[in-house]
């Protein structure tokens, strides 16, 4: 399974929302029962020594790396430590119903050493290292209190009203130090919007010269060439009058021809079928056009923004095409969806599977475009199959509404 999916503009503005709005209160949100807090409770409690030994690894790595050995000591630690503080993300994200996933650096391609300076330039690394002072200390304090209170009969009273309360103090720091704060988060966000802005820049160049090649080698060569069978028969007017009707006839077809040529530069720009139809008809439509049956499922009560309504309906239709050269498949599918300010279109098919999105360009320009709108592309493809591209944009949808396609060029 490949998964390309930087987190969307929607999950980002829930997490910044949910972190700096007092009104998510955990008692507000659907809660554990207090046996699973105390559960959750004594699990904390029993992280100890498996923390200390992480910390311990991680510090004397540290200590050593300079002859080499400590390497080995590291890379044994950041695992340890990163399962263990994703799972009490997971406890702290259950006592304040919020989510909390894992906020580190994808590990990148490359051997050993450029993945171990990945994993040290990475700013959760450090905090998870200050996590695990909290944790060891005030933190595991608390969570033996919750125990303490239940196995003592004249303190069920407190544990029955302060369970939760001393678990809710204690995952609020569990999420300050185990994840970014609005301020990073937000620098975050403008991180990704500047790659995704320069992918887009380069993109939008890069369609530029693939337009003006287009223009120059097809259909300015045709036209050069109507010019020039016109001058001839220009010339052939006076003394063969039959072959300038020829040549004529011959300039009237490469016309035809140039014409054509400039048509598909224009579909290529932006479908006539997507002005008239809008996204969710354009898709219908090319659906149609698949050699392999293809059902589109559910629909669209408007219209995404016109960039975004191009960006997606070009996405499908490279999904699509894809399906159909190399996933030898029998039945394929569009799922359309929007809800809460977010456009989700899925592509699947039943074909063998084994997808690689780094084996061509096409995939890859589909994340341009979408990164471009702050959207995300997640691709599924196990050996054997089904493949499953699920493409999501934000976007607010407008009246449903059509407009006149161009006039025939």
């Known amino acids: 399974m490949v998964v390309l999916a930087p987190l969307s503009g929607a999950s980002w503005s829930a997490r910044i929302e949910d972190m700096s709005d007092p009104s998510t209160a955990p008692q507000e949100r659907d809660q554990p029962g207090r046996l699973l807090l105390t559960g959750y409770a004594a699990e904390q409690v029993l992280w100890m020594v498996p923390l200390i030994l992480g910390l311990v690894l991680f510090v004397v790595g540290g200590l050593l790396v300079i002859v080499w ?12 430590i990163r399962v263990i503080a994703n799972r009490q993300r ?9 989510d909390l996933p894992p906020p580190y650096r994808p590990s990148p391609d490359g051997g050993p050493l450029i993945q171990l300076r990945t994993v040290l330039t990475d700013p959760m690394t450090w905090r ?6 909290w944790a060891i200390t005030f933190g595991w304090v608390i969570s033996l209190l919750v125990i303490i209170l239940l196995l003592a009969l004249v303190t069920f009273f407190f544990w029955w009203f302060g369970a939760y309360p001393l678990l809710w103090m204690r995952s609020q720091v569990d999420r300050v130090l185990l994840t970014y704060g609005n301020t990073e988060t937000l620098e975050r966000r403008v991180e990704a919007l500047t790659r995704s802005r320069a992918a887009a820049v380069d993109h939008s160049a890069a369609e530029l010269r693939r337009l003006e090649r287009d223009l120059h080698d ?8 109507v010019s020039m069978s016109l001058g001839m028969a220009e010339e052939l007017f006076a003394s063969d009058p039959d072959a300038a009707r020829r040549t004529v006839s011959e300039a009237r077809a490469a016309t035809t021809a140039a014409i054509a040529d400039l048509r598909s530069v224009v ?3 932006h479908p006539p079928v997507l002005a008239d139809r809008g996204l969710d008809g354009a898709i219908r439509a090319l659906a149609l056009d698949m050699a392999v049956p293809v059902e589109v499922i559910g629909e669209l009560r408007g219209r995404p923004p016109a960039p975004i309504e191009s960006a997606v309906y070009f996405a499908v239709a490279e999904c699509l095409a894809n399906s159909a050269k190399h996933a030898d498949h029998e039945h394929a599918w569009v799922e ?11 592509v699947g098919d039943d074909g063998q599977g084994g997808a690689d999105v780094d ?14 709108f702050d959207g995300t592309m997640a691709v599924s493809s196990p050996d054997g199959g089904p493949t499953i591209v699920t493409l999501e944009v934000p976007c607010v949808l407008s009246l449903p509404k059509t407009t006149p396609s161009s006039a025939p060029v």
Do not use: K, S
Not at 336 to 346: A, I
């Open 128 to 133: 998870d290292l200050a996590w695990i002072l």
């Open 267 to 269: 579909r290529g720009i």
């Open 69 to 80: 050995v400590g390497i080995i000591f590291v890379v044994a630690a950041v695992p340890l």
């Open 359 to 372: 084996g061509g360009t096409g995939m890859r320009g589909v994340m341009r475009r979408l990164a471009a």
């Open 336 to 346: 359309l969806h929007h809800d809460r300010d977010l456009l989700r279109v899925v």
């Open 90 to 98: 997971h406890i702290a994200g259950r006592v304040l119903g919020a």
């Open 218 to 225: 097809g259909t300015q060569a045709r036209l050069v060439a």
